[in-house]
């Protein structure tokens, strides 16, 4: 089986958006500020950005308050739609980069049906999870720590 490996661009735009939607409703987050809290770099969140934007994800605000902001809600962004936005495709092979197949062997590929359950498979998690589902297991995480740093649990 290859492996399926997620680049470092759409894990920080996973965190980037992470990060976002922990944020108060309109309230706005310097690439700076997320960079420093989630260890990491800044110039490389600057080029995630971008991305974000022009998939309307992600919405910039200019001023002293400035930053960005989501621009819908949590509920609203799937793993899966961030991932894709960001790499484009997230198919295990190749071959089930287009909608339909474009492989010359693909009627007599003995491996294609293993492929196409792999990549339905991945799917169907990251088509699963939302932003909000992800901001609900950061905030039990957080509340778990809190506790063990107070000592009260």
Do not use: C, N, V
């Given at each position: 089986m290859p492996t399926v490996k997620i680049s470092t661009k759409s894990r920080y735009a996973l965190h980037l958006m992470l990060a976002l939607a922990m944020q108060e409703e309109g309230a706005n987050l310097s690439v700076k500020s997320v960079a420093e809290?989630?260890?990491i770099s800044e110039k490389y969140l600057e080029q995630v950005i971008?991305?974000?934007?022009r998939g309307g994800m992600v919405r910039s605000t200019r001023g002293a308050r400035g930053g960005?902001?989501?621009v819908g809600s949590p509920e609203d962004y799937t793993v899966g739609a961030i991932l894709r936005l960001v790499e484009g495709s997230i198919a295990p092979v190749s071959c089930l980069d287009d909608e339909v197949n474009q492989c010359a062997r693909c009627k007599e590929c003995v491996t294609?049906?293993?492929w196409e359950q792999v990549?339905?498979?991945i799917s169907n998690v990251v088509d699963h999870v939302t932003l909000a589902d992800l901001v609900d297991k950061q905030?039990?995480?957080d509340a778990r720590c809190a506790c063990h740093v107070r000592g009260n649990c």
């Open positions: 809290s989630q260890g971008p991305t974000l934007i960005y902001h989501l294609l049906e293993l990549d339905r498979a905030r039990r995480i």
